[in-house]
């Protein structure tokens, strides 16, 4: 196995679970060797950061093409941007049905586009999401595809004519104890003649000049979004805002214990000497 800083090359086992890449796609099943193997806490804790991100990339790259550039490959830039997010810990039966948490933070592109700005809020009583996207016209509720583009290629030249605003929805469920994230990826192409560019959940407007997107569902506590420019293959750089925080139950060191002995425990813990209380 040959590994270039976290790029997996070939198959990395773990614990009776093996996680390796196929065509692309990150690839986990139960590990087939009884050989033993140290588990201490700091290898643990890798092994778990591993299978946290093989997990959340296959729920992102189900959604559609990834939009990642600055690694050696997508995969590997989506983790090296991942290190920044909390440490979460899971069971080993959790980690083999997929589970997955939804996160602040966590990271959907990559690219050299400008950054799109975004926070919570609220327009006409509704909550919104609300953005650094300057519109140069105000977006009606009946608004059409040249609206859209009236709207958002008149003014800075940042959009140009074929870009794409593109939006993740991401949703947190719990199903037969196993949390998992599902995502959804819509694109409202900027063209003239366009007509359906609207969101499922989310409607846009103006508020004092930016875009906005309005919707019920943005004040549900297991769901998060992310809202990215497409150009082609390149994109700007975004990450979710979400109101969810169960990931916080697995943070501990309670859930750390637990995972762990569900894999049979750590290895090489330190004791006291004897006499040195």
């Known amino acids: ?46 092994r778990q950061r591993v299978a946290r991100n093989a997990n959340l990339w296959k729920a ?30 899971m069971t080993k039966e959790t980690y083999r049905g997929f589970g997955a948490l939804l996160m ?25 999401i609300v953005t650094s996207i300057r519109v140069a016209t105000p977006l009606p509720h009946t608004a059409t595809g040249t609206d859209m583009v009236r709207a958002l290629c008149g003014r800075d030249g940042r959009w140009k004519g074929g870009d794409a605003l593109r939006l993740y929805t991401l949703v947190q469920t719990v199903e037969s104890m196993i949390p998992k994230v599902h995502i959804r990826m ?5 063209a003239h003649g366009e007509s ?47 109101h969810s925080t169960l990931y916080e139950q697995y943070t501990t060191e309670i859930a750390l214990q637990q995972a762990a002995e569900s894999y049979g425990g750590l290895t090489g813990q330190l004791f006291l000497t004897p006499g040195k209380g």
């Open 104 to 128: 602040p933070g966590m990271p959907v592109s990559d690219g050299i586009l400008p950054d799109i700005g975004y926070r919570w809020g609220e327009v006409e009583g509704e909550p919104a």
């Open 186 to 190: 819509e694109e409202a192409v900027l």
């Open 60 to 89: 992102l790259r189900a959604s559609g093409d990834c939009l990642f550039a600055g690694g050696n490959t997508a995969y590997a830039r989506f983790c090296s941007l991942m290190r920044k997010m909390p440490e979460v810990f």
């Open 1 to 46: 196995m040959q590994r270039k800083g976290i790029t997996v090359s070939g198959r990395l086992e773990k614990d009776n679970l093996t996680v390796y890449t196929r065509c692309g796609k990150i690839i986990l099943r139960s590990a087939t060797s009884e050989m033993p193997r140290s588990r201490t806490r700091e290898q643990f804790i890798a």
């Open 196 to 242: 359906n560019w609207r969101f499922a959940d989310l409607e846009p407007r103006t508020v004092e000049g930016r875009l906005a997107l309005v919707g019920s569902t943005v004040g549900e506590t297991n769901r998060g979004w992310a809202l990215i420019q497409r150009r082609g293959a390149i994109s700007s750089s975004q990450t979710v805002m979400t």
